[in-house]
Each structure stands twice: as structure tokens, then as C-alpha cells.
Nanobody, 123 residues
Framework: QVQLVESGGGLVQAGGSLRLSCTAS????????MAWFRQAPGEAREFVATISGDEFTSYADSGKGRFAISRDNAKNTVYLQMNSLKPEDTAVYYC?????????????????WGQGTQVSVSS
């Protein structure tokens, strides 16, 4: 049974913006550390951003200054705002969740995953 569902992907022009959403069916959503990962064609899945609580965040160098992760606990939803998009951002974006500890960039520590949403950026 799917617990995380991503949405908001699509095709955008380079320099444009997109906001991804991830809705969770987790009973204590606010206690989970949430993260976004992405996987480009022929590449390994890589870390994008993570959030613990409401304010503690961390970003991969690739998205610093362009991406912003946030959450709305009342809606059980985490967001990824992506600005100044580049063709290199083209990938399937995945939402992930873990319990215990704090911020993490380590893929194997996340126990629950969504099915992904496609983001395509044209030049």
C-alpha cells in the first residue's frame, strides 16, 4: 500500500519554476524526517533536500540557492520548490521518509518511498 504520493512534476523551460508535493499517509507525520531524492536516466539515485521538524533543512550542492524544501503538517505534505531550473535537473523525483535521528542524506536510512514524479526541463 502506497504511503507517499508525489505530484507536481511536468515539462518546463530552463529558468522556470516548479513545485513538487508529497502527501503522506503517516500517522505522526510531523515526527518524520522527510527528504527528496532524484534519479536521472542512466544515473544513480541522488540526494536533493531534507527537512526535520519545521525549520531544520539541508540541501545538496546542486540545488543550493535554487531549491527549497518545506512542510505543512496539517496537510501531511512536504514540498520542494524548484526555481531557476536547468536541463540537468531533469529526473524522476522521489519523496522519502524516515523515523528517528535527525537530518540525513543517506538513501539507505529512509524506510518509506513514493513512486516518483517526472520533471523534465527543456533548454
Amino acid at each position: 500500500q502506497v504511503q507517499l504520493v508525489e505530484s507536481g512534476g511536468g515539462l518546463v523551460q530552463a529558468g522556470g519554476s516548479l513545485r513538487l508535493s508529497c502527501t503522506a499517509s503517516l500517522r505522526t507525520f510531523s515526527s518524520y524526517v522527510m527528504a527528496w531524492f532524484r534519479q536521472a536516466p542512466g544515473e544513480a539515485r541522488e540526494f536533493v533536500a531534507t527537512i526535520s521538524g519545521d525549520e531544520f533543512t539541508s540541501y545538496a550542492d546542486s540545488g543550493k540557492g535554487r531549491f527549497a524544501i518545506s512542510r505543512d503538517n496539517a496537510k501531511n505534505t512536504v514540498y520542494l520548490q524548484m526555481n531557476s531550473l536547468k536541463p540537468e535537473d531533469t529526473a524522476v523525483y522521489y519523496c522519502a521518509a524516515k523515523t528517528g535521528g535527525g537530518l540525513s542524506r543517506l538513501l539507505y536510512q529512509y524506510t518509506t518511498w513514493g513512486q516518483g514524479t517526472q520533471v523534465s526541463v527543456s533548454s
